[in-house]
Every structure is written in C-alpha cells, then in structure tokens.
C-alpha cells in the first residue's frame, strides 16, 4: 500500500511510475477486471460485472494517471519525455476507462 501511496503523491521516479505502474499494472488491472466482466455478464451477473469492471479499474486508473502526472512534475531530465508520458497516461487511461 505504501506503494501506492508513493505513486500518487508523486513520489516515484517518472520511469516506474509510467511503465510499473501505468503501463504493465494498467494493463493487468484493466485486462483482467475486463475478462471478469465478461465472465460475469454471460453468466446473467450484470450487477457483479459492473462492480468488477469499474470499481476495481477505474480508481486504479485515476491514481496511476495523477501519480504519473506528478511524478513528471518533478522529472528533471528531458521535458518532452514528462509531457509524452502525461499524455499518454491520461489518453489511454481515460479510454481503458470510458470502455
């Protein structure tokens, strides 16, 4: 949990917060509670599928997205590579959300 906690304040070096935590765990959270989902809604389940696809996903996406914009605050190296990873975070989360 600490962790975590790292991440949102922006506490983490840019690198692992955008490929630890928002690419390969965004991608682990949001493939996994979208297969849940799935499951879910084929076994006439659609209460428990929401709950699955977007109680679970959806604050993990807010916290890497503004853990990743913080954290690229405080990058000191190449500007454009904290503005590539703001915007990258933001798009793809925001669409791995709204999916």
Known sequence: MSSLLRLYRGELPLDTAFWT???FGGLVV???SS???L???TQDQ???A???GYVYSVPYNVIATVGVWRSAG???SDPAWATFTR???LTCMTLLTVT
């Open 50 to 52: 929401f709950v699955a």
């Open 87 to 89: 915007l990258i975070t």
């Open 74 to 76: 405080h990058y000191d």
């Open 21 to 23: 935590w928002a690419v």
């Open 39 to 41: 499951i879910l809604l």
């Open 30 to 32: 949001n493939v996994s």
């Open 35 to 37: 297969v849940l989902f």
């Open 46 to 48: 659609p209460l428990w």
